[in-house]
């Protein structure tokens, strides 16, 4: 027969393991899974945005994060790695706001992560 600490310590492992496989789930959800972009009648992919325009697009204070990329504007929201109108890994290089044009093609992972991007319009 078990004692009861024993029990205690399965239960508590058993708990601590399932919130990590939750925890597991939600960050990958967030920084690989597809992005809905909200609701999808909210923003166009057809809007034109000065440089001007896409600068009050920084992602601070309840602004949405937006960035150019070769002419075409995205929406970024829901990466882990974004955080305050920044990307935490590019070391100040890539912020919300900015066309990046120049600044992706030296991160790790280059245009790749577009596609996973919701596409907001052009900059003009």
């Known amino acids: 027969m078990k004692s009861p600490a ?3 310590v399965v239960t508590l ?3 601590i393991f399932g919130f990590a496989i939750i925890g597991a ?3 990958w959800q967030l920084e690989y899974g597809e992005r809905s ?3 999808p009648g909210a923003v166009s992919g057809d809007r034109a945005f000065t440089t001007e325009e896409l600068a009050e697009h920084d992602g601070v204070s309840g602004n949405d994060c937006y ?3 070769d002419g075409d ?3 970024i ?3 882990a790695l974004w ?3 920044q990307h935490l890994p590019s070391n100040g290089r890539a912020s919300c706001g900015y066309d990046l044009t120049d600044v992706i093609d030296e991160s790790p992972h280059g245009r790749s992560k577009l596609q996973l991007l919701q596409k907001v319009g052009t900059l003009t």
């Open 37 to 39: 972009g909200g609701d």
């Open 25 to 27: 789930a939600v960050y």
């Open 73 to 75: 504007v995205y929406l």
């Open 6 to 8: 024993y029990k205690v």
């Open 13 to 15: 492992a058993s708990l």
């Open 77 to 79: 929201e829901g990466f």
């Open 67 to 69: 960035v150019a990329v």
């Open 83 to 85: 955080q305050m109108g």
